[in-house]
């Protein structure tokens, strides 16, 4: 028991020193990169897991479509980045193998299909070490249904909290498990700080600060408070405080959930409430979600890799809408509003109004690229 104690207590230690070297590096970040100023934009398309390659062929489909004439004079270049499979990550024993993450970290924005994530070993999500690498610390994930009354953007963090160190944690067999959460000063700023901006950019009024303070004392502690400091720089803005339980009831009391408009919460419980949110939409299949830093982007369906589907050989029809909705927020956040608003028109057109040709889970199911080729007839009709 001893040696297990001294081991625990190194390894604590160096978790220890490496996030205050963390927090010590954000605190002299400077600033976010102007997409505008580039010369060129490089789009990589990570093609993952499962029915991943099968969406993301379809949305490198439809950004050659949409982005024709800048492909043409060469200011976007796509580029196909296939190592991101679980099968190669194994081999290498890396959540993001060296050589796939420089393919990554060479381009601008990342369109990523989902990934395999293992339960248990050691082998880290390829979410997770993406978002960690690339220092992609907001979430942000839009949730919306007019007829309800709910446009909800939800700002999770995406950098900390128990999912930063959860291969990290420490074992004594037979006895105990223990892994680590860590909430910092400056993570914590730069996520609310970017929730408030995004409130005051789209005139929204109400800002929901959801954590488990009065429990996780130390870190929700923190985050609450830092988040209520900042809050006060936006005078026009009521920050509400809420407890992620009662925020998970909230959600579907038709009574008061069309009041909230911005989230603003830590790692576990934005994963946690994205997707409740996301089912009140139509599924986690009909989200899309942004993972955005300072320096690079990433986008993501926010569902899994759907082996199910896989397994029963129907891969081709997966249901491409949310790869889609991120190939919307990828346009929107490189700068081509434009474009991001006719797709954004022709998606609600074909899912929500026309719905000519519908994936589901039916026998009579379209495929995946039927689809693909529906919304781009509806793009040209625009
Ligand atoms: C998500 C996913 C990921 C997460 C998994 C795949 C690691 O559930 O993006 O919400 O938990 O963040
Ligand atoms: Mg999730």
Redesign the pocket.
């Known amino acids: 028991m001893e040696n297990y104690i001294k081991a625990a207590t190194e390894q604590f230690k160096a978790v220890l020193e490496e996030q205050i070297e963390r927090q010590q590096r954000m605190e002299n970040d400077s600033g976010a990169i102007d997409y505008k100023k580039l010369e060129k934009i490089i789009i990589g398309i990570c093609y993952g897991d499962g029915i991943g390659p099968i969406i993301s062929k379809e949305s490198k489909r439809l950004l050659e479509f949409i982005l024709k004439d800048e492909i043409a004079n060469g200011k976007v270049e796509l580029r196909v980045i296939e190592g991101l499979t679980i099968e190669n990550r194994m081999a290498k024993n890396k959540a993001i193998p060296d050589d796939v993450l420089a393919e990554i970290k060479a381009c601008n924005v990342i369109l990523k299909a989902?990934?395999t994530?293992l339960k248990g070993g050691t082998l880290e999500?390829a979410?997770?070490a993406m978002?960690r690498e690339l220092d992609l610390y907001a979430?942000v994930r839009p949730v919306c249904v007019p007829e309800l009354g709910i446009d909800w953007t939800f700002y999770r963090e995406?950098t900390e909290g128990e999912?930063v160190l959860g291969s990290r944690g420490i074992e004594i067999p037979e006895t105990l498990a223990m892994d680590f959460k860590v909430t910092t000063n400056a993570g914590t700023k730069r996520i609310c700080r970017a929730a408030f901006e995004f409130a005051k950019a789209n005139g929204k009024t109400n800002v929901a600060i959801v954590t488990k303070a009065n429990i996780m004392k130390k870190t929700d502690g923190k985050f609450s408070q830092i988040a209520h400091e900042i809050a006060k720089e936006y005078p026009e803005i009521t920050a509400e405080e809420w407890y992620i339980d009662i925020m998970t009831a909230n959600l579907v009391n038709e009574n008061i959930r069309s009041n909230f408009q911005v989230f603003v919460m830590p790692?576990l419980y934005g994963?946690i409430i994205?997707?409740e949110a996301a089912q009140i939409q139509g599924g986690v299949g009909t989200a899309g979600?942004a993972n955005i830093g300072d320096k690079y982007a990433m986008f993501?369906p926010?569902h899994?890799t759907a082996p199910r589907l896989i397994e029963a050989g129907r891969g081709d029809y997966a249901n491409p809408t949310s790869m889609f909705k991120a190939t919307e927020m990828m346009l929107r956040h490189i700068g081509f509003i434009e474009k991001a608003n006719t797709l954004s028109e022709a998606l609600n057109i074909c899912t929500e109004t026309e719905k000519k040709i519908v994936v589901d889970d039916s026998q009579n199911s379209a495929t995946c690229s039927q689809f693909g080729d529906y919304l781009m007839e509806t793009i040209k009709k625009l």
Do not use: H, L, W
């Open positions: 989902p990934t994530t999500s979410n997770v978002r979430n995406n999912y790692n994963d994205t997707d979600s993501e926010i899994g």
